[in-house]
Every structure is written in C-alpha cells, then in structure tokens.
C-alpha cells in the first residue's frame, strides 16, 4: 500500500542450523559493542530511556555455532561479526540476520522502518512495558516513546530493545508537542466511553498508538490529548485484556491495514 515498505525476504546464508545453542548461552557481546548496551536513541528532543538499568541477558531456544569451515570460509561482508562467526551466535534474531553485528541489524531494520510509533504511559513501572517493547519491534514500529518514569523494566523486552529506538518523555504534554510538531495523530487505545473499535477504524499510516497501563488504563490527560480513541472488540465475561496483549493487537491491525506483507 502506499508509502508501506516491502518485507526483505532474501534468504539467510548458508550455515548449518541444526547445531542449535544451549537455551542458557549468554549473548555474547559484540565488537566494539558493549553487552550492557542500553536502547536506541532516536529523536533529538527526546531523551533516552532508563540509561543506567542493566541490560536484559539475550537467551534464545535457536541458535548456530560457529561458521563451518573456519575462519577460511567466513564471509568477506563487513555486516557480519568475527566474534560471531568463531563462536557462534545464540540470539533471538532472524536467521538472515545470524551472525549479524548489532549496529548492521540495526542499519537494516532502519532502512524498512513502518511509519508508526507506539507511546507507553509509564507512571506505576508497568511490567508490560517490555512485552510491548518486544513487539514494537517484531511489527517494525519506527520507534517506542515512554512516557512517565525513565527506568522501566526490560525483562519482557528479551533484549529487542537493542534493535528498537526507545525514548523518554516526562509527560503527555512534552509526547504532544513532539507529536504537533512531526504532525502525527495520536491514537489512544482503551475501553473508554467514546470509544470506537479498532476493527471498523481506519487507522492513519503516521500515527502515534498511545497505550496506558495495566489497571488504570490510560490517563484522563492522555485521552483528552488523543486525536482518536479505539477499542479492542471483546466477547468473553472480562472487561479488559491485558495491555501488552491489546497493544501487540493494535500494532497487527496496522500492519494488516498497511503493511505490504511478504509473500509464501
């Protein structure tokens, strides 16, 4: 559709992914690349997010071991990482990007970025905040804004925060300004009254999908700054689903509304 970037499906090189790593292999860091990176910086006025947490250990159910052949048959391409490539790469990426240096998954994620960014009210330190992280980045979101208290908890994020640009901003206000100024609606998402739901709902290219916390929802500031509030269609006896689960819901009817989607 348009302005929506294609999937880049070129196939993963050739390597031998039956030598899966142990689930319990730490991440490895990267050359020149710290293993206490923290997330991405994106927007200038906008500063980073929780910078002196820890980094959440990489740990992944796949992984490679080294390239076979030795350091005779690597590839000659400067994406790839020479500490992955001699002692494997444990993970949780694509397989086309095994072996890959951070910063060249980065580059290339950077290259095909949708045009919708997530914001996350973070007042009570969610613990959601990193499942929501998690899956900005596996729907490509251009970047997640934390919106609150800087420090949030990384622990569902499984280290995807390394790939996703991630700021901060104190307030709804300053998200507001930043959002007026890049001219991009903001798309509050909650079981509110004047609600409309998502699914009838078409929702802009460029946009801001605003997401509260677990309990309170998102806050009266936060809704009466929204440009549209949707809702997530429910049938069962609850109220409310959790909010990770509704934001990853949200961000798939982007895509299925403007995602050019790879084809089988």
């Known amino acids: 559709m348009s302005g929506a970037r294609s999937v880049d499906a070129r196939p993963p090189p050739e390597y031998p992914l039956s030598r899966l790593a142990d689930v319990q292999n730490h991440d490895r860091p990267h050359s020149g690349q710290d293993a206490r990176s ?23 159910t796949h992984g490679v071991g080294s390239w076979p052949g030795g350091a005779e048959e690597w590839p000659d391409d400067e994406r790839f990482d020479p500490e992955l490539l001699a002692h494997g790469d444990t993970r949780n990426v694509l397989d086309r990007y095994r072996y890959w240096k951070l910063e060249a998954i980065v580059a290339e994620l950077d290259a095909h970025r949708h045009p919708f960014h997530v914001a996350i009210e973070n007042w009570q330190h969610d613990m959601n905040i990193g499942s929501i992280v998690r899956s900005a980045n596996a729907f490509l979101a251009h970047t997640v ?19 996703q640009h991630v700021v ?26 004047g609600s409309v739901l998502i699914e009838r709902f078409a ?3 460029r946009c801001v999908l605003l997401f509260g916390q677990e309990g309170p929802g998102i806050s009266p500031e936060a809704i009466e700054a929204a440009d549209a509030i949707v809702e997530i269609a429910q049938f069962g006896s609850t109220r409310s689903i959790n909010a990770s689960a509704a934001a990853a819901i949200a961000m798939h009817t982007w895509v299925t509304q403007h995602a050019e989607l790879p084809g089988k």
């Open 168 to 193: 901060h901003h104190d307030t709804i206000a300053d998200l507001v300004a930043w959002a007026k100024d890049e001219r991009m609606p903001i798309i509050a998402v909650d079981n509110v009254p």
């Open 203 to 205: 929702l802009p290219e």
């Open 145 to 163: 804004h934390i919106v609150g208290r800087r420090r949030w908890n990384k622990r569902g994020a499984m280290v995807t925060d390394r790939y």
């Open 38 to 60: 923290g997330p991405l910086l994106s927007t200038p006025d906008a500063e980073r997010a929780d910078a002196s947490a820890p980094a959440t250990v990489e740990q992944s």
